[in-house]
């Protein structure tokens, strides 16, 4: 197996940073991810504290957020078969356009959960086909010897805009009503687009294939490579249940146990705690390549999700007085966030290189799927559990199997042992 140079892995920066296509694709996302995690939380704000929404309410909410995942494995082969640019930037658009809605309807005192269901399922759609057509578009623009690094910087950018975004959304709550925030998404969506449509590296259009049943056979194709492959296959799974019982599970109650479950606390404590995560997506992006230099990628996927995972179980652990409730959550989430953004960069890395090109965008698109198709059911499931057992109860339950499971799936798996980058497999 080869692994990059020392020098590439030392200090690939500066080719990137002089790559002016990459950086319209990095200066377009940086915003639009501020933007996009002002909406993140500004919705379930928006529900709670705008439309009283109850638990059951919250937790529909979410799984419609994350019902549109289930397209991941359609849009992998549709992506791979148009060039990736245009699927980007009508993406943008149509997620500004929809937004739009909510501030609207808002401002006409129309605003109601049946509008921010039908919202957040169609601006999850659009999420869904950019997320896709973003990630199979790097290895398009990007050499593979910079894969890590251009990863990094993408991921830097989420970590920012996670500590920003809500950041943001904390210290104007007081002010603007949580509907209004999401104009700032809007507008980054818009710049976003403009920023993709001035790319100029030339993309081959890939051969068609109008062929319904092909596309079904490709999505087939592509479950079937991911299975095989015992570098990507613990990863999916580990993603899968990880995806079901926290992304799923505990976020869809998680602002609700904050402010009125469990510490009940202010909206403000919710963007601190929030933007603390943020805070340490930055410093885990920042050193994954470090980290892994020094570790070796298989030994960094494992003990990133070792710690990441255990520290979760401060979330249910945090009691009050609110000084130490919001210290042990902050804890939490810097944590966890930090080794987050260490075993994503690894995780894209490993499978960007394993994966051959013209298979890129399926199976990226089944690794997805397979980690975000569960979320909607877990959604629902801790929504009523939590009206069941109580808020506490439902997010102990959800870290339980949730942060334990992936821990399992790569300790038993050869990637511990992998300690350079491999080459790509058939």
């Not at 200066?27 to 501020?34: D, E, H, P, R, T």
């Not at 975004?165 to 403009?194: C, E, N, Q, R």
């Not at 009940?264 to 933007?275: S, Y």
Request: aromatic share 8%; proline share 7%; hydrophobic share 55%.
């Amino acid at each position: 197996m080869a692994s990059p140079s020392s020098e590439q892995v030392d200090d690939p920066r500066p080719g990137l940073l002089h790559d002016s296509e990459f950086l319209k694709l990095w200066v377009g996302q940086s915003l639009s991810q501020i933007g996009a995690q002002v909406t993140f939380l500004a919705v379930p704000l928006a529900a709670v504290l705008v439309l009283h929404a109850s638990a059951a309410e919250m937790g529909v909410l979410s799984a419609l957020v994350r019902l549109p995942m289930v397209g991941f494995l359609l849009f992998g082969v549709l992506v791979d078969r148009v060039r990736k640019r245009p699927v980007l930037i009508w993406s943008d658009i149509g997620r500004a356009a929809v937004l739009l809605l909510i501030p609207l309807l808002y401002f006409a005192d129309m605003l109601t959960m049946a509008v921010i269901y039908v919202v957040v399922f169609v601006l999850g759609v659009l999420s869904v086909l950019f997320q896709v057509a973003y990630r199979t578009y790097i290895p398009h623009l990007v050499p593979r010897e910079h894969l890590a690094d251009g990863n990094s910087k993408l991921q830097m950018s989420e970590s920012v805009a996670q500590a920003l975004g809500p950041g943001l959304v904390g210290g104007l709550i007081k002010v603007v009503s949580a509907p209004v925030l999401i104009i700032i998404d809007i507008v980054t969506y818009l710049i976003s687009a403009v920023a993709c449509w001035l790319i100029r590296t030339p993309e081959e259009r890939p051969a068609p294939d109008d062929d319904v049943r092909s596309v079904y056979k490709a999505v087939w194709e592509g479950y079937q490579w991911v299975m095989r492959q015992p570098l990507v296959r613990p990863l999916a799974i580990g993603t899968a249940f990880y995806s079901f019982f926290i992304m799923g599970a505990m976020q869809s109650i998680f602002v609700l146990y904050l402010l009125k479950g469990g510490p009940n606390l202010d909206a403000a404590w919710v963007g601190v705690i929030t933007a603390t995560g943020g805070a340490g997506a930055i410093l885990g992006a920042g050193l994954a390549i470090r980290v892994t230099k020094r570790l070796g990628i298989g030994p960094t996927l494992l003990w990133s999700t070792v710690i990441g995972n255990c520290a979760l179980f401060l979330v249910p652990l945090a009691v009050r007085p609110v000084g130490l409730a919001v210290a042990m959550l902050a804890v939490s989430q810097f944590v966890v966030w930090a080794c987050n953004q260490i075993f994503i960069v690894n995780n894209l890395t490993l499978v960007q290189s394993v994966t051959p090109m013209p298979m890129i965008g399926r199976i990226l698109a089944t690794i997805f799927s397979l980690g975000l198709i569960p979320a909607p059911l877990g959604a629902l499931g801790a929504g009523l559990l939590g009206e069941w057992l109580g808020l506490r109860t439902a997010i102990f339950i959800a870290i339980l199997v949730g942060a334990l499971v992936p821990i399992l799936a790569l300790a038993r798996s050869p990637i511990p042992k992998l300690k350079e980058i491999p080459d790509p497999v058939s």
